[in-house]
């Protein structure tokens, strides 16, 4: 399954800490979007969905959350849980992100500006073309 965790570097003194994302660095990827998720609905799944394009990468920056992981063969399931570890998911993997603590805040960078044709939104038809690559 084509994902890893990426243990950032954190910079910092007495004064706070910052981690950044490079390309060629932490970042496998050129960045093209970034979006974060919050006051999540307790008890409901986010995601549900394969990109065919989209690369991503993961970081709870407050609280925590699940991301259930699927190429279609095998399934793992990640906790994120800190700012300083980040989840790459390269693209066409099935993803589900769950149990969001309270005050939970998911960044997710992403190599692609939206575009909805590039979502598969129906596992079996996930299922489908995974099977015709």
Known sequence: MNYKIIDTKVLGDETGHLISFEKGSNCPFELKRTFYIFDTVPNKVRGQHANRNSEFILIAISGSCKVKIDDGKNQEIVELNTPHKA?????MLWKDMYDFSYNAILLVL???NYDESEYIR????????IKND
């Open 87 to 91: 989840l790459y998911l390269d693209k």
């Open 110 to 112: 992403t190599n692609t």
């Open 122 to 129: 129906n596992y079996d038809e996930f299922l489908k073309e």
